[in-house]
C-alpha cells in the first residue's frame, strides 16, 4: 500500500518571501501521479498542481513549483513571493497511474504573515 | 452547476441516528468519490462511483455506511445508528474523466458533529 508523509506539522513564512513544504511517499510502483491540494478554512480542496511520475521535468504553476526528486521519492512544493491568502492547510497525495483513489498526507498548516 | 455542491453544510446528529449527506458534481462528470477527513488529518477514500455504478467501496469503515447515486449525477451518502467516532468532515469530489489523474473538483463538505 502507498503511504504519504508530510513531516512539518506547522510552518510559517513572511508576505513576499519563499517557502518550501516537505513531502516523501512510499511505493512499489513506477509511473504514478502526484498532487499538491490547499484547503483554505472554507474546508473546499483545490488543486495547486499535478506531477506526472514519468515527467522529469519539474510542474511549475504561477507561484508554485515543485522539486521531484523519483528515486528519493521527495516531493517538496515551493511557494514564491507568498501572499496572505496562501494561508491555509497544504496538503501531499499519490495516486496510481491507472488508480482513482488518492492517499492523503496529514497535511501542513502554513501561515504566511503580514 | 459551475461547482461541486455539498449539502447540509453543517449537521448535527444524536448518536443513534440516520444521517444522508448529499452531493451534487458538477454536470456531466462521470466520476464521483466520496472521502472522510477527521480533524486535523488528510482526508481517506470511502467509495468512487463511475456513473450509476459503484466500482469501489473497500474505504466504506462498516456497514452502517452506504452510498447511491441511481441516476448518476446526485450522491447520497448515508450513515445508520450514527456513533461519536463518525464525527468528521465529508468531502465529495467529481472528475470528468474515467481515471482521476487529472485531479478531481471537491466539494466545501459537510461537517458532521455526532453528539
Known amino acids: 500500500a502507498q503511504t504519504v508523509t508530510q513531516s512539518q506539522p506547522e510552518m510559517s513564512v513572511q508576505e513576499a518571501e519563499t517557502v518550501t513544504l516537505s513531502c516523501t511517499y512510499d511505493?512499489?510502483?513506477?509511473?504514478?501521479?502526484l498532487f499538491w491540494y490547499k484547503q483554505p478554512p472554507s474546508r473546499q480542496m483545490i488543486l495547486v498542481i499535478r506531477?506526472?511520475?514519468?515527467?522529469?521535468q519539474n510542474a511549475t504553476e504561477n507561484r508554485f513549483s515543485v522539486n521531484f526528486q523519483k528515486a528519493a521519492k521527495s516531493f517538496s512544493l515551493k511557494i514564491s513571493d507568498s501572499q496572505l491568502g496562501d494561508t491555509a492547510m497544504y496538503f501531499c497525495a499519490f495516486m496510481r497511474e491507472y488508480g482513482n483513489k488518492l492517499v492523503f498526507g496529514a497535511g501542513t498548516i502554513l501561515r504566511v504573515k503580514s | 452547476g459551475a461547482g461541486v455542491s455539498q449539502s447540509p453544510r453543517y449537521k448535527v446528529a444524536k448518536r443513534g441516528q440516520d444521517v444522508a449527506l448529499r452531493c451534487d458534481p458538477i454536470?456531466?462528470?462521470?466520476?464521483l468519490f466520496w472521502y472522510q477527513q477527521a480533524l486535523g488529518q488528510g482526508p481517506e477514500f470511502l467509495t468512487y462511483f463511475q456513473n450509476e455504478a459503484q466500482l469501489d467501496k473497500s474505504g466504506l469503515p462498516s456497514d452502517r455506511f452506504f452510498a447511491e447515486r441511481p441516476e448518476g449525477s446526485v450522491s447520497t451518502l448515508k450513515i445508520q445508528r450514527t456513533q461519536q467516532e463518525d464525527s468528521a468532515v465529508y468531502l465529495c469530489?467529481?472528475?470528468?474523466?474515467?481515471?482521476?489523474?487529472?485531479?478531481?473538483?471537491f466539494g466545501s463538505g459537510t461537517r458532521l458533529t455526532v453528539v
Open positions: 511505493t512499489s510502483e513506477n509511473n504514478y501521479y
Open positions: 454536470s456531466g462528470h462521470v466520476s
Open positions: 469530489a467529481s472528475s470528468p474523466a474515467m481515471l482521476g489523474r487529472t485531479g478531481y473538483t
Open positions: 506531477q506526472e511520475a514519468y515527467k522529469q
